[in-house]
């Protein structure tokens, strides 16, 4: 798919929602996104970095975003990924 569609726009927006905006670069890799394009993107402020390897699709950042970058940058990490546990996951996924 090319980056520069609006499908591939869509498949990104689409894993960020259920991630509080956020994405990791694995996720954008996955999607076909080339690291040239991810850097291109960061440099003109389409992309923010946030944490190693997650990035934000958009800029204001709350606790649950905060907490969803802790996941998402531990979570390749980890085999089977991560979770948010208690009052944290609470607050994540309500």
Do not use: N
């Not at 999607?31 to 923010?48: A, D, N, P, V």
């Amino acid at each position: 798919m090319d980056p520069t569609s609006e499908a591939f726009a869509g498949q990104v927006w689409k894993v960020a929602s259920r991630q509080h905006d956020r994405v990791t670069v694995e996720q954008l890799r996955a999607l076909g996104m080339s690291y040239h394009s991810i850097r291109h993107r960061i440099r003109s402020g389409k992309l923010h970095l946030v944490g190693h390897g997650v990035l934000s699709v958009s800029r204001p950042r709350g606790t649950a975003e905060r907490w969803m970058e802790a996941a998402l940058e531990c979570g390749s990490a980890v085999a089977g990924g991560v979770a948010v546990s208690f009052s944290a996951g609470l607050a994540v996924w309500a």
